[in-house]
């Protein structure tokens, strides 16, 4: 069964650029699209972005300015790195399969959740 | 942005009851909806999609209705496992857009 796993710092300085990455065990990442989302403390799950295992990606463009998503193929792993981080970037950040084509474009599974804390 | 509301942030209800989740989207998404379970520091996990589709392995007690712009999320007989946060996610265009949750709490 598939499994995804968020890893990165816990702690990321404002103005810097915070870098995750999914490391995906029990299958392949190949022939599927790959988000990342967050949910801020109290407030609702933000969808970030997708990339599909060729490359290709979509950005919210609320975010899409700071945001880049990667994938290594080799590695079964796929990344996150947004910039210039503030406060507002505080947050639960969960990688997950999808939008899966076949399920209604919904994600499945998810990782955990790392908490990303932007603080000096 | 498709706006999906959550009427309710909380619900309270007993073992066994019947309680139902709405979610509402502003504007038509058809029935490119799903419903997840969250529980903190575990994985979101895939309930419906589809607005009705069962997701596989998850307990026929749950199911999903709806289309357009409004949705439910049904439990039929609350397990102790099921009290948790309920979010829906509309999948009909970019950018996906989730609702704020609803937490179901033991009465």
């Known amino acids: 069964q598939v499994q995804l796993q968020e890893s990165g710092p816990g702690l990321v300085k404002p103005s810097e650029t915070l870098s995750l990455t999914c490391t995906i065990s029990g299958g392949s990442i190949n022939s599927y699209f790959w988000s990342w989302i967050r949910q801020p403390p109290g407030k609702g799950l933000e969808w970030i972005g997708y990339i599909y295992y060729t490359g290709g990606t979509n950005y919210n463009p609320s975010l899409k300015s700071r945001v880049t998503i990667s994938v290594d193929t080799s590695k079964n792993q796929f990344s996150l790195k947004l910039g210039s981080v503030t406060a507002a970037d505080t947050a639960v950040y969960y990688c997950?399969?999808?939008?899966?084509?076949?399920?209604?474009?919904?994600?499945?599974?998810w990782g955990q959740g790392t908490l990303v804390t932007v603080s000096s | 942005d498709i706006q999906m509301t959550q009427s309710a942030s909380s619900l309270s209800a007993s073992v066994g009851d019947r309680v139902t989740i709405t979610c509402r989207a502003g504007q038509s998404i058809g029935n490119y909806l799903s419903w997840y379970q969250r529980k903190p520091g575990k994985a979101p996990k895939l309930l419906i999609y589809?607005?009705?589709s069962l997701q596989s392995g998850v307990p026929s007690r749950f199911s999903g209705s709806g289309s357009g712009t409004d949705f439910t999320l049904t439990i039929s007989g609350l397990q102790p496992e099921d009290f948790a946060t309920y979010s829906c996610q509309q999948s009909y265009s970019h950018p996906y857009t989730f609702g704020q949750g609803t937490k179901l709490e033991i009465k």
């Open positions: 589809a607005a009705s």
């Open positions: 997950a399969r999808g939008p899966i084509n076949l399920m209604g474009l919904s994600f499945d599974p």
